[in-house]
């Protein structure tokens, strides 16, 4: 179990950040052509030492573009907003140790099995 459970972890971790992602782009992500809202991905994890990374966000190619939409809070979009990716994070937060927990317990119980 000790030897998996980082691997566990870094799954927990990354299916957060996708569900973030997935989120952000029903809800927030401003829409014109569509390049910004399909450009959303949570890339996987990396792991060092004890240390692991799971990295998400929008742009690729286009990040300029994507960080002049999430800051411009005075742009009005028709489909949208600014702070597409901040505010679903920061809404994520109070149930962000409850959510990997449950994932990590839903692990356990089925390596014990």
Known sequence: LKQNAPRALSSALFQDAEELIGESKKKYVPVD????????VALLPKVSGNRIEVECGFGGAA???????????????????????????????????????GRLRDWLRRQIK
């Open 63 to 101: 990040a300029a573009y994507a960080l002049i939409q999430h800051e411009s809070t005075w742009f009005r979009h028709k489909v949208g907003q600014a702070k597409y990716l901040e505010q679903p994070f920061n809404e994520r937060r109070k149930g962000f140790h409850d959510r990997i927990a």
């Open 33 to 40: 052509l569509g390049a910004l809202k399909t450009s959303g």
